[in-house]
C-alpha cells in the first residue's frame, strides 16, 4: 500500500490588497490543517504582518528563506522578495500586481525543482500584474508556458456535485464562434475525459457537451455551430470511446438541474459554464487546471477589493481548494502507480546458426510520469 505521508502545498499569495492574506490565515487558523498538508505560503512575511495585525487573526506563521527550510506543523511564510510593499487595501495598484507576480514566479521556479507537490494560487489582479514578463490573461495561462512541457491546460470549475470544464477560456465574446472548432472541442473533451478519470477516479465519465447558440441554434435557424462544429466533434469522441453527449441548450440543461445526470459538462466560453457554476456552488467551488504536470487549484473568487480588509471574507473556497489539490495528487499517485514498473514481457530470440533460443526477458519501455 502506498505510504501515505504530509503533501508540500506551495501557496501564493495573489494581490497584497485583496482578500488573498484573509482567506490564507483564517484557513490555517484550524490546527487541523496541518495533520492534511505542509503548506508553504510564496509571499512576503511584512505584508502577511500586516493584514493579521490589520484583521486581528490570531494565525502565527515561521519566516523561512527557501522552501527546503518549511517544517510541518506550522504556516511557512516564504520570503519571495525584499522589497518594501505598500498595502492599501481594497484598491488596485501595480506595485500589488508586481508582489504577485514575484511570488508566482518564484513558485514556478521551485516546482521545476521538485520542492513541492502542489500549488494553490490565491487571486490576482489581471490588469495590474501585466507586465514584460507577464502577458497572459491570468493564472492558467502562465503556468501552462511556464511548467507546462508542452501540454495544453484545461480550466475546470468544480465541486462535489457539478464539474465544468471550459473550451475557450479567457476570450472576448465577439472571438468565441471563430474559436469554437471541431478540433478544438475534442481536444478539451479527451483532456476533461482523462483529468476525470485519473485526477477525480471516475472510470467511465459521462461528459454533456453545451451548445454555442441559444436553443442549440434551432435547427439552423439561430446558428450553425451546432450542426456544423459541436455535433461532429461529439461524434468524434463517440468513436473514440468517450462518453459526449448534447449539445444542450445551458439555460434548460442548468435551469432544469439536467446537470446532475453527467460527471462533467463542457461548456463552450467563460460566462456560459462560470455564471450557473457559481450561481450552483456557492462558497465551495474550486477552480483546477487540468492537463499539466502540475496540480493546481484555486478558490472561485476573485480579489474581492469591495471586502478586502473588513474581516468578512469567507475562507471555504480557498480551503476546498486545498482539499482538492491533495485529493487530486492522492490520486494521481494511485493512477499511475500500476504504470510505473511494467512487468516484464518474453521474447523468443533467434541464434546465429537459426535455431531459436528457448526465451530473452526484457522490459518495456518505462512510462513517463506526471
Known amino acids: ?79 519571495t522578495f525584499e522589497d518594501e510593499v505598500k498595502v492599501d487595501l481594497g484598491q488596485p495598484s501595480k506595485e500589488a500586481g508586481t508582489a504577485a507576480l514575484k511570488a508566482l514566479d518564484r513558485a514556478m521556479t521551485d516546482f521545476r525543482s521538485g520542492l513541492y507537490d502542489v500549488l494553490v494560487t490565491a487571486p490576482i489582479n489581471k490588469n495590474t500584474i501585466q507586465s514584460e514578463a507577464f502577458h497572459f490573461c491570468g493564472h492558467t495561462e502562465y503556468i501552462e508556458q511556464s511548467v507546462g512541457d508542452g501540454n495544453k491546460a484545461l480550466m475546470i470549475l468544480m465541486n462535489d456535485t457539478l464539474r465544468v470544464a471550459l473550451v475557450t477560456t479567457h476570450l472576448p465574446i465577439k472571438d468565441v464562434a471563430a474559436a469554437i472548432t471541431k478540433e478544438a472541442i475534442v481536444k478539451k473533451a479527451t483532456v476533461f475525459h482523462q483529468s476525470l478519470k485519473r485526477d477525480l477516479r471516475i472510470s467511465n465519465p459521462r461528459i454533456a457537451v453545451l451548445s454555442l447558440n441559444p436553443h442549440a441554434g434551432d435547427g439552423g435557424v439561430l446558428g450553425s455551430e451546432e450542426q456544423d462544429v459541436i455535433i461532429p466533434a461529439i461524434a468524434e469522441l463517440e468513436k473514440a470511446g468517450i462518453q459526449a453527449f448534447g449539445p444542450y441548450a445551458a439555460d434548460g440543461f442548468f435551469g432544469s438541474g439536467a446537470y446532475t445526470r ?71 499517485q494511485h493512477f499511475d502507480e500500476p504504470l510505473a514498473n511494467p512487468l516484464p514481457k518474453l521474447y523468443h530470440e533467434r541464434r546465429e546458426d537459426g535455431e531459436k533460443a528457448r526465451f530473452t526477458i526484457k522490459k518495456e519501455k518505462e512510462q513517463p510520469k506526471s
Not at 503548506?39 to 519566516?63: E, Q
Not at 460566462?271 to 450561481?279: E, I, M, R, S, V
Not at 472561485?300 to 489539490?325: M, N, P, V
Open 1 to 79: 500500500m502506498m505510504e501515505q505521508r504530509k503533501i508540500r502545498v506551495a501557496i501564493t499569495h495573489g494581490d497584497t490588497n485583496g482578500i488573498g492574506y484573509e482567506v490564507i490565515l483564517k484557513a490555517f487558523a484550524d490546527p487541523a490543517m496541518f495533520e492534511l498538508c505542509t503548506p508553504i505560503v510564496y509571499g512576503s512575511p511584512k505584508v502577511a504582518a500586516y493584514h493579521r495585525k490589520a484583521l486581528d487573526l490570531p494565525t502565527n506563521f515561521s519566516i523561512i528563506e527557501k522552501a527546503e527550510d518549511a517544517q510541518d506543523g506550522r504556516l511557512n511564510m516564504l520570503a
Open 262 to 332: 453527467f460527471d462533467g459538462v463542457l461548456a463552450m466560453y467563460h460566462d456560459q459554464g462560470l455564471a450557473p457554476f457559481k450561481t450552483v456552488a456557492l462558497e465551495n467551488g474550486v477552480n483546477f487546471t487540468a492537463g499539466l504536470p502540475i496540480v493546481r487549484t484555486s478558490p472561485d473568487h476573485g480579489t474581492a477589493y469591495d471586502i478586502a480588509g473588513k474581516g468578512i471574507a469567507d475562507e471555504q473556497s480557498f480551503r476546498q481548494a486545498i482539499y482538492a489539490a491533495i485529493d487530486i495528487w492522492r490520486n494521481r
